[in-house]
């Protein structure tokens, strides 16, 4: 159960990530930098090391979500979908992707969805695995965001979709003050459709921001629900190799 907004940018990005969990699961702990295929990989993490969003210092960022609406699982010993951010985070190139999503044990994995951004070429990747066959899709440079839920997936989309839709149309939209208040929305009311979720069972438990300029990577973590007013952790990076001036793709209007 999360959110992820991609804010598309001439020069680098931005994105968000709200994190939905039960509430009697343990929680998150803060960003660490850790060093993993060469690259230094900024990410928060599970008790058990697994994690749900990364980026590098390349400035690609990695973002998983589960696949409710895919109704198979895993029968007997399942690997945490944690495991597939630590797998990926320390690549840039997107044509490595798949080699190295078809080197984990995909059968012990349940369904999910892979965001994959890569600021130069400028191209934002999605992986779909549903247990039978492991799907990419390539989407183009513009602003755009993913839904998934555990709760009802389509009614979740449909809502939250809809209160996306409806502040792009604001003159701020795209800027990160604009993307917090859509990542603590209560839209149309507090509840499991909003983007802000808050379930008797389950809630929004951390909201994940990534911003990448053309020569820094920041990371802020805030660690219970975003409607909570809280002072979020600060984690940076200085890019390997700066963006590339000459690659700057012009940001669609919303």
């Known amino acids: 159960m999360c959110t992820v907004t991609f804010i598309a940018r001439q020069r680098g990005y931005a994105l ?3 994190r939905d969990e039960k509430l009697t699961r343990p929680p998150g702990h803060p960003p660490e930098r850790r060093d993993l295929g060469g690259h230094a990989v900024l990410c928060p993490f599970e008790t058990g ?3 749900w969003i990364a980026v590098n210092d390349r400035g690609a960022t990695f973002a998983l979500i589960n696949w409710y609406s895919v109704k198979a699982a895993v029968s007997g010993r399942t690997v945490s979908r944690g495991e597939v951010i630590n797998a990926v985070s ?3 190139l997107p044509g490595n992707l798949e080699s190295i999503l078809l080197g984990l044990p995909l059968s012990q994995i349940n369904p999910f969805r892979l965001i994959a951004v890569f600021p130069e070429p400028g191209l934002v990747t999605e ?13 183009s440079w513009k602003t755009r965001q993913w839904i998934s839920s555990g709760f009802d997936e389509p009614t979740a989309e ?3 979709g809809k209160t996306f839709e ?3 149309r604001q003159r701020s939209a795209g800027s990160l003050d604009w993307l917090r208040r859509l990542h603590r929305s209560h839209s149309p009311h507090a509840g499991p459709f909003s983007t802000c979720m808050h379930r008797h069972d389950a809630a929004s438990v951390s909201y994940t921001e990534v911003a990448v300029s ?7 973590y805030h660690p219970e629900a975003p409607c909570h007013n809280l002072t979020p952790v600060l984690s940076q990076l200085k890019l390997r190799l700066p963006l590339n001036s000459g690659a700057a793709i012009p940001l669609p209007t919303p």
């Open 16 to 18: 968000g990530m709200n």
């Open 49 to 51: 090391g697994g994690t």
């Open 90 to 92: 320390g690549n840039h």
């Open 127 to 139: 992986w779909r695995w549903n247990l039978c066959r492991l799907l990419r899709l390539d989407h």
């Open 158 to 160: 449909h809502a939250r």
């Open 166 to 168: 409806r502040v792009l």
């Open 214 to 220: 053309s020569v820094r990577v920041e990371m802020r």
